[in-house]
Every structure is written in structure tokens, then in C-alpha cells.
């Protein structure tokens, strides 16, 4: 087993193993006092996992219910939460009692915002079985759902007690899903790991995907370590998603994935700033074979000008500049402001 430990204002561990759903209870049973556990979890995991989940709970002790809601990003909203908060009362849960969230990063935004907010805050743990969630989305802390007007906009910072990684449940992860989450681990070579960029240069992600998950997750946590309210170095796991979440906007949050709007962002951020100097020469060239060899993309249809405009209202914006997350070189990074008035200028639209 690997395990690394997070040690945020609220420590916890984060373990990762074959098999391990299937020793969920024995793990979480002596970090709570709780007598009953509630699963959250979506129509496409529900089916393949929480049986295992609950059979380990259950024999760990744990009176269990499990909570089931429509697989995507449309259920991440406050009515989804609603029926959440209906399930747990009608469960009897109390304040000491905790909730696991089962699935992809939709479930452990929700789960964990629901956590956090009922009762004025619960336990929860992580389990999560997208390739996405691994790497990224469970460590950290960040909990959310969406409203109409734009994504995350309502959430908390609630750490999780525990988070179980078993990469086996990868196999049943559609292609597409895999793929999405791969482009948010290039983004962490990038900016933080030569040698797992060059792993994935020269090896299939697929066959060494117990390290890559080992690595992103170590990069998350000491970058959350040291701005666990994303104040400061935490933007540095923003890079290529300025202008990804740009992408997405034009793209109606269709069409494109959010790793596939990350690895297009990437790669356009990185022509730019290495046309201005800030960055080794042939670094972008480098990116852009990475994510063609992973079948990602490396542009977008829409001229520049569009995917800038469409970063004006980004929610890292200040109105007057916006933080834009650089290479140096490969696994080095910075983080620079970049003023809406200049952006004619640096961005030559
Ligand atoms: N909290 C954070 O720090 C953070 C960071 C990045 C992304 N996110 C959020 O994460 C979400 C995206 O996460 P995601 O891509 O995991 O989405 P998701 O939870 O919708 O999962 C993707 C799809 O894969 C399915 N699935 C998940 N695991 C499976 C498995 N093992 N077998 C079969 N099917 C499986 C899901 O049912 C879903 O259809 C977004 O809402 C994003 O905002 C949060
Ligand atoms: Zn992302």
C-alpha cells in the first residue's frame, strides 16, 4: 500500500491500493465514533461498487443506507443537495455519524459540500473511482456544486477524514472519462514533475498508473499544505485553465471534455508565453506531442480573440488582471497577473 499523508488544518491520509473498497470499514472504523454511514454515489458506480463498500462497512460495524443520484455534471446542483439532505434526516444521522462519497469528482464535490454544510458539518471519506477524482478532485478539500450562472459557485473548504484509492475500479471507467482525467495529469508534469512528463513520454499512463496516481496526488498535497484556502501557490494547479474553462464557456460545456479544454488551454498558453520569451524554447512543442500521443487536443476552432474575451468573466479574475499560470520549463512554473488592458498587446488579438 501506498499512503501519503495530507496535513492540512485537519490532517488525514490518503491510502492507495488494490482492493482496498473491499476493506473500506476496517480503515474508516477507527477514525470515527460514528454508528451509521451513508454512501453517496451515482446510477453508473452505484451498481458495480457500493454493494462492496457496504458489505465492508457493515461488517466494520456501520449501519449503512446507500444515496443514489443521476449520473453527470447536471445533477451537481443545489436540488440534488436537497434530496441529499432529505435521505440523511430520514437516516437518522447525527452529527458524529459520516457519509462516504463513492464515484467520480461529481459525487465528491457533492458529497463532501453536503458533509459540510449538514448539521453544520459531518465526517466524510473519499472514495473515488474516476481517474479525475484520483489524481485530483478528492485531495484538498474543495467541495461545490453548480448554479445556472456558472460551475462551483456555491461550496466549502471541508477536508475528508480519509481517502481510499483503489485504481482497480479504473477498469470499468469509460475511455473518455480516462482520458479526461489523463489531461489533468499532464498538467501536474507540467508543472511540477519533469520526470513524470517523461514517464509518460516514454510509457503507456495505463501501465504505471498506481505511480502516476501516487505522484499527482503528492504534488496536490504539498501545494494544498501550504494554501489549503487557495489564497496563493494553490493557483498553480490552475494552468491551461484559464483558457480551458474559457473553451469550455464557447463550447456550451458540450463537445469538449474539461481535461480535453485543460490540454488545448496548455498547449495555447505555452505557444503564447513562449513566443514572448517567458518560456524554454520547444517546450510547447514538447506538450503538444505529449497530449497527441494520448489523443488530446492541442487547439480549438475558435480564434483567440473569442477563447480571450471569454476568459474575462473567469472566476480567477480580479476585473482588472487575471492570474495566468506559466512554464518555465517543463515541471517549473510561475504564476504572473496579466492586466485586461494589456491583453491586446500580449495576446496579439
Ligand atoms: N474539488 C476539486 O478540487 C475538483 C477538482 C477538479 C474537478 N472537480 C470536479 O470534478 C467533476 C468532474 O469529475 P469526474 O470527471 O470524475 O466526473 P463524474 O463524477 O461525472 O465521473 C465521470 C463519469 O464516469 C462515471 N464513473 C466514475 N467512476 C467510474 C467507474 N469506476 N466505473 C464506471 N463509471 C465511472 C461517472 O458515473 C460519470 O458518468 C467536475 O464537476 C469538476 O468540477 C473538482
Ligand atoms: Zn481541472
Redesign the pocket.
Known sequence: MKTVSVKTGRPYEILIEHGILDNAGEYIRPLTKAIRAVIIS????SP??SDRVKNSLEKSGFETSVFVFE???SS?RLSTIEKMYTHLFENNITRTDIIIAL???????MA?FAAATYLRGIDFVQI??????QV?????????V?LPTG??LVGAFWQPILVLIDSD??????EK?FK??LG?VVKYGCIRSKSLFERLENENAKDFIDDIIYECVSIKRDVVERDERDTGERAILNFGHTLGHALEKLNDYTNL???EAVSAGSAIITRISESHGLTAIGTAQRIENLLEKYDLPTNSEFPLSDIINATRGDKKSTGKSIKFVFLKEIGECFVQKIDTADFGEFFGV
Open positions: 451515482d446510477t453508473n458506480v458495480i461498487y449520473a453527470g455534471e451537481k464515484g467520480g469528482g461529481v459525487t465528491g464535490d463532501g473515488p473511482t474516476s481517474l479525475l477524482a485530483d478532485s478528492s485531495v484538498g478539500g474543495k467541495t461545490a453548480d460551475k462551483n475500479t479504473l477498469n470499468t471507467l469509460p472519462f479526461d482525467g489533468e471534455t474539461h481535461g
